[in-house]
């Protein structure tokens, strides 16, 4: 699946989280694109066609993607090409949004009063109207008061989110992980390399010991 | 009361709708005024903190603003400006909205999907963190079929949204209605004099009624 992230941010090379996401990205089934000021439609109307999954990641700012977003959806989505050709329908819309406010402010009652979800539901009605499947939105809040652990996880998740199915199950999650580490086990130099086959056969075991219980469970459903 | 009425429209001029209401904004206590880039910081910030109401106008394209306003938003309301010093608190924010769509596409199963008043959260979270009081939002729809006498009862009702405290008492509607005739009163043809001053008569002859029969139900109750 070809998975593309338009990038809208003022200041991309300043924000460490977005070159911190842009490491993340660096995949071969996902292209970075940040916004830039003036737009070719034909260049930009092409790239969303080659996506099966669109990406639209920027800071929120005043609740709502920075200026550069809405002006390129404003040019970009013309009525011809976004509804009368529904050139879009059947691909997936995806949010990526950081804020510098910890998520538990997002609630009624809290310092920002409302969810993301109902913040985001200008994006969430433009997928309606264009036949995009909406995904769950995937919030970073406060990046910079991470733990490195933190982090390596949020890496993951971001990935995860790029380019599995949405949503993912825990089968798919744990089978990408078996894949990203037969990928490192054959880049990794010979004394990694048994270390990474020992971690990479204990995922597997796992995972068909957890099939067999599974199986176990449906079994003794049938026989109640 | 002072009226800022901040105008987000791309084709101001070709817009038969703007150029309406354009018309209902000419007011002593309104000021029209359509956004253009680039932006001086003072002046817009000057023109915010002398107005008591500030209204955001625009058509809705892609269930948001024009991005002119977001751009205002992104580089005038700074974060010295509109949150450390909370520069705006105790004024209110109210936005007219223009839709080609009608009312009744936006509910959930309908065509949009969504409310008007949930698409306008991002304004309504806004206005919450820059303490200003959030209006009912006043929505234009279809503009275009609507009757003569609908639109100049929009006109009314548009009047009365710029300047009428919000939302207005029958009252307050009924004492605007009697100003109004007053000011056409002294301004009109010696020929029409005399029936404006006669419908006049009549306005508050029924307020009067109105009072009376307020004040017989009061009585009513209070011997119960």
Request: glycine share 2%; proline share 5%.
């Given at each position: 699946?070809?998975?593309?992230?338009?990038?809208?941010?003022?200041?991309?090379?300043?924000?460490?989280?977005?070159?911190?996401?842009?490491q993340?990205?660096?995949?071969?089934?996902?292209t970075w694109?940040?916004?830039?000021?003036?737009?070719?439609?034909?260049t930009?109307?092409?790239?969303l066609l080659s996506?099966?999954?669109?990406?639209?990641q920027?800071?929120?700012?005043?609740?709502?993607?920075?200026a550069?977003?809405?002006?390129w959806?404003?040019?970009?989505?013309?009525?011809?090409?976004?509804?009368?050709?529904?050139?879009?329908?059947?691909?997936?819309l995806?949010?990526?949004?950081?804020?510098?406010?910890?998520?538990?402010?997002?609630?009624?009652?809290a310092?920002?009063?409302?969810?993301?979800?109902?913040?985001?539901?200008?994006?969430q009605?433009?997928?309606?109207?264009?036949?995009?499947?909406?995904?769950?939105?995937?919030?970073?809040?406060?990046?910079?008061?991470?733990?490195?652990?933190?982090?390596?996880?949020?890496?993951?998740?971001?990935?995860q989110?790029?380019?599995?199915?949405?949503?993912?199950?825990?089968?798919?999650?744990?089978?990408?992980?078996?894949?990203?580490?037969?990928?490192?086990?054959?880049?990794?130099?010979?004394?990694?390399?048994?270390?990474?086959?020992l971690?990479?056969?204990?995922?597997?075991?796992?995972?068909?010991?957890?099939?067999?219980?599974?199986?176990?469970?449906?079994?003794?459903?049938?026989?109640?």
């Open positions: 699946m070809q998975t593309l992230i338009i990038v809208a941010h003022p200041q991309l090379a300043e924000s460490s989280t977005q070159q911190f996401l842009r993340g990205a660096n995949l071969a089934d996902a694109r940040p916004l830039q000021a003036p737009f070719t439609l034909a930009e109307q092409a790239k996506a099966e999954r669109i990406i639209w920027f800071p929120l700012y005043w609740y709502s993607a920075p550069i977003l809405k002006s959806q404003d040019q970009v989505l013309t009525s011809e090409f976004a509804l009368r050709q529904q050139s879009l329908a059947g691909k997936e995806g949010i990526v949004v950081t804020t510098d406010t910890k998520a538990s402010a997002y609630q009624s009652g310092a920002e009063q409302f969810t993301l979800a109902e913040l985001l539901r200008p994006y009605a433009l997928a309606n109207k264009l036949g995009l499947r909406w995904l769950p939105p995937f919030a970073i809040h406060q990046f910079k008061y991470q733990t490195e652990i933190q982090q390596q996880q949020l890496l993951i998740d971001y990935q989110y790029l380019t599995l199915p949405q949503p993912a199950t825990f089968e798919q999650r744990q089978q990408w992980f078996e894949q990203r580490l037969q990928q490192m086990t054959t880049r990794a130099p010979a004394m990694q390399k048994e270390t990474l086959q971690l990479g056969e204990q995922l597997a075991t796992n995972r068909d010991n957890l099939a067999e219980l599974r199986w176990t469970v449906e079994q003794m459903r049938e026989d109640e």
